[in-house]
C-alpha cells in the first residue's frame, strides 16, 4: 500500500468517471466519520514556518474540496473526509518537536518520522496507529533559489487508518494555485502557482495512499478532464487555475473505493465477522475492442462495485493502470468492460469493494496480440483451476482429481493451465520424502523437493515442496513473474532449511523469487559448513533470477536461509514475507564423481559461469527420483 509519491512518467492516457447507482444497503455506522488529524512535524533546527496555523488550513480546505466534489461527480453525493476544527473554526493541529536537525532526516525515514509523532502524541493520549494523519514536516530546504526534498514524502494505509507524510513551506497556500509569479521550483525554476501545484497535489495525492488507494490512470476517453489525482494528477493539481491544462480529478474507480471508508462513511464497530468475497462466476469475451467481465460475486458485506486496474507490464510500476468501473447489482451478477488495450504483456486487477469499506483483489495476467486481440484464457480458466485447488485444499481427493483430469481436456491447448492441471494430479499422489543416503546412486540431479532436510522451518506455516500455502488468491502453484514451476520449495521468510551432503555432492543450482500474489521483502542466503556462499540482494519484485549455480570440491552440508527484511523504507511494517525457491530445474543437488566437476571453485566464490553439465532441464522429475 506503501506508495512513493514522485513519479516522473507522465500518464498517456486519460479517464472518465461513471455514474452508477449502487443498490447494496452500506453497513451501518456506529458514528460519524473521525476527521483526519493535522500533525505538524518541526526538526530541532527549524522554528514553525511562518503563517502555518491559516496556510495549511487553507491548503487541507482545498484538498477537502477536491475530493468532495470527485465524490460529488462520480455520484456519491458530496461525501469527503473530515477536518477537525476548534470553537472560532480554526484548523486543530498538533504540532511535534523533531528530535534531530532538518539534514538528520532522508528521504527514507518516514519511519522515523512517524515514530517521533507517535511517542509524542502518545504522551497526549492519541494513538496515531488508529486513525489517518498527515503529518507536514519542515523538511523541503532552499538553496540558491532551488527547492531540495529533504525528508520523506509518501503515503499509505487502508480504509480504516493510514499516514501521509508531506513537506510545509511559506510559499505552499491554496490561495496561490492561480499564481502565475515566479518564485516557485520543482525540479527547475517555476511560478508559486505549479509550486503549488506540485505540493498541494502532493498532499492530495498521498492523503490518497494514506486511504488505501492505488495508483491509477485516467482513460484516453477522460483526457479533457486531466490527470488521475493517483496518477500523474499530484503534478496538474490547480493547473486549470492559471489556465495551464485541465487539472486533476478524482477517478471513479477511487471515489469506489473510498465511499465506504472509514473517513468518508462513518465509524464503524468491530465486525461481527471477518469480510469475505468470492467471485463465484466469470465469463470472458472480446466485444468491440474490449475485454467484457460477466460473472457473480458474493460477498459479505455485500459488495457495491468492481474497480478495476488494467496495468501494462511495458512500463514499469503502476501509475499507468487504467482504471474501470462497474455496480454489482443485489443479486451479485456484475458486468464489466475493460477497453483501451494494450499489445504485450498486462494483469488486471479486479477489486470487488464491499459496504463496510473494505475489498477483496482478484488479479489476471493476461497478453494482447499486434492485432489488440486478448487471450482471454486466464480469465476463463481462473475459476475452474481455482474450483480444483479449493477440492485440493478440502482434502476432497476424487473431486480435485476428477477437476483437473476436466480441466486437462478443456484447455487441451493452453499449457500453462494443463501443467498446473497435471501438477494438481501429482500433489495428490504424494511420496514420503526420502533421505539422500536412501536415493539410487545415479547420474544426474536430485530435486531437493523429493529429500528429506536435516532443518526445516519457516516463518509462517509450514514448510512446502512444490506447492505453496493455499492462502487468497486460491492457488497452490509455485509461481514468480507469471511463471509457473512445478518443482521446488516454498518457505515464509524467516526460514532455514539444511541439507547433510557428506561431501558426496558437489553442486546446488536453484533460482529464487517472490511468490506471485504477496507483497513483502527477502534476503535468499546460501552456506556451506558456516562459509556463506551467497547472498542476494533485497527481493522485493516478483522477478526470477536466471539460475544460480553453487559449486564446491563436495559440500559438507549446505543451508540456505530466508530472511525477511522488514519495514523496508521505515513504512508501513511488512506482515508477510513470502518468499520461494525455485528453477527451471527445481532447486537441484549434483553428485561428486559424476560428470564435468569444477572442484577448483573456491567455497566463497559464488558460480555464476556457465556450467553446462547434463543439467536438468525438464519439469517435474527431471532429476530422478522424482516422489
Ligand atoms: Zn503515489
Redesign the pocket.
Known sequence: MD???R?TASCLFLVSCTVWAHAAAPVARDGPAPPIRIVYFVTSDRAPIAGFQERLDRVMTEVQRFYRQGMQTAGYGPKTFGLDRDEQGRLRMDVVSGKHPMRSYGRNDAGRVREEVKTALAARGIDVDRQTIVIFQTLLAWEGGRAIEIGPYV?GGDQRAGTAWVYDDERLDARLLGSREPGGYYGRPCSVGEFNSHYIGGVA??LG?AFGLP?DCQRVADRARGLSL?GGGNHTYGQELRGEGPGSFLTAASAMLLAYSRPFAGEQAAPPRRPSGCLCELDARFAGGKIVLTGEVIAEPPAFGIAAFNDWAEIPADYDAVSWTCPVADDGSFRLEVGELRAGASQLRLRVCRTDGTSSQYAFDYRVDAQGTPDLTSFLSRLPLAEAVGAYAAGDRRRAAALAAELQRRFADTPDVRRKAAHLETLLKPRPPRGLAELPDQAGPVSVSDVRFRTATVGWGRPLFDEVLIEPPDQCFLQVGGQFFERGLYAHAPARHELVLDRKWRRFQTSYGLQDGHDGSMVFVVQDDGRELFRSPTIREHVLPSDSRFSNGAFESVLWVLSGSGAGDGRKPIECSCAMVAGRAACSLFRTGVGPSRAGVGPRRVAAHAETGALGRGPAGAGGSAR
Open positions: 506508495r512513493l509519491h513519479q503515503g495525492h498521498e495512499h495508483h493517483m
